[in-house]
């Protein structure tokens, strides 16, 4: 039986809820709808502004918010630079445990990318699985031993699964330059190791990306930055985590 998701148990809703991008972008498209809407009925006719609001409304929503919700995470994708599939013979230790992991956490099996970057580090990108991808340096993968990298691919996939990682997709989809908040990871790390029940795995594969800097490649945005497993701007919040686990 795979372990119940943090969603399920409630532990997300420990921390403060944020506002959807998504929701927000929503708002201030009615809002601008609205207003104009109402300028049109003062000035013509109160049929005519009604008209103006929904058309308005209905075409910013149609031609700017749903292409971009759509394509969300092919978007997010290209921020972290050239990226392809994972080789199946050179990175099969890679596809592997996503593979075998996946069914355990109760997750349709995401996408597995590859940046071609000495900086080990990884990140999650996606609101489920199908749509969701698994992105490693090469860097990461010569970093890291098997049950390393499994705490890794572990805590990526749990990610994508309880949610973590949905609101982040979305909001650097609508605001690609606008770094979004950085989902609670520490949450994802308990979750994680409950999946491989191997706390060590994890712990020192963050022990190694933490001394690697943590650094991420040259080639992503820094919009990506509080998203990577090891933040670059986060060292000190990595130690706790590591602490954490080693507690554990």
């Known amino acids: 039986m795979s372990p119940p998701s943090v969603a399920a148990t409630g532990a997300l809703s420990a921390g403060p809820r944020r506002r959807s991008p998504l929701a927000g972008l929503v708002v201030a498209i009615t809002i601008a709808a609205v207003v104009c809407g109402a300028v049109v009925a003062a000035v013509v006719a109160w049929w005519a502004g009604l008209v103006l609001a929904v058309a308005l409304g209905a075409g910013l929503g149609f031609g700017f ?84 990298l499994e705490g890794v691919v572990a805590d990526l996939l749990v990610q994508i699964r309880d949610g973590l990682m949905s609101a982040p997709t979305l909001s650097l989809a609508l605001r690609p330059g606008r770094p979004p908040a950085s989902p609670p990871l520490a949450l994802a790390d308990a979750a994680a190791v409950s999946l491989t029940r191997y706390p ?49």
């Open 200 to 248: 060590p795995g994890l712990s020192s594969a963050l022990r190694q990306l933490l001394a690697a800097g943590p650094a991420v490649p040259a080639s992503a945005s820094a919009a990506l930055r509080p998203l990577w497993l090891a933040g670059p701007d986060d060292a000190e919040g990595v130690a706790a985590r590591v602490a954490t686990l080693e507690e554990t």
């Open 65 to 148: 918010v749903a292409p971009r919700v759509s394509g969300a995470e092919a978007r997010v994708l290209r921020l972290v630079g050239p990226a392809r599939p994972a080789d199946p013979r050179s990175e099969a230790r890679l596809l592997n445990l996503v593979e075998g992991l996946s069914p355990g956490a109760g997750l349709a099996r995401p996408r597995v990318v590859v940046v071609d970057d000495g900086a080990p580090n990884a990140l999650a990108i996606g609101r489920d699985g199908p749509r969701g991808y698994v992105v490693a340096t090469t860097g990461l993968l010569a970093a890291l031993d098997r049950m390393q």
